[in-house]
């Protein structure tokens, strides 16, 4: 289900970009899945953090930034309990903040391998 309404799916994962950078997140992977047919969203953005508290944090920041920024806020938010995967999904567009372990037992990048991938350079 996709909301047509709230901001554009390029723009918001620009947004939910700079909140990880604004947090030190590492590893940054932006997954275009648009192409692909019954995708769940147009973008997973996935980066990694190094603990519990680091991950909290950029997942905050998005959350931040994205207010601030384009008024909005996620549909639904899962992990903060634990903090080692926390998703952050905006229906267009699905942000993953992982410990790295965690990041590479589920490996995401490889489950959605027909998505273009593009990774950001660290500012």
Not at 28 to 48: K, N, W
Not at 60 to 67: F, K, L, N, P, Y
Not at 74 to 103: C, M
Request: include cysteine; charged fraction near 35%.
């Amino acid at each position: 289900m996709r909301k047509p309404e709230g901001p554009a799916s390029e723009q918001l994962t620009e947004v939910i970009i700079k909140g990880i950078e604004d947090k030190k997140g590492q590893n940054i992977t932006v997954m275009d899945l648009r192409s692909i047919e019954h995708a769940v969203t147009d973008f997973f953005v996935i980066c990694d953090g190094t603990s519990n508290t680091q991950v909290n944090a950029i997942a905050d920041s998005i959350e931040e930034a994205v207010r601030k920024d384009l008024d909005d806020k996620p549909w639904h938010t899962e992990g903060k309990e634990s903090s080692e995967w926390v998703l952050l999904d905006y229906v267009n567009v699905v942000a993953h903040v992982f410990q790295k372990p965690i990041r590479e037992f589920y490996n995401i990048e490889e489950l959605w391998g027909d998505a273009e991938i593009r990774e950001i350079e660290v500012k």
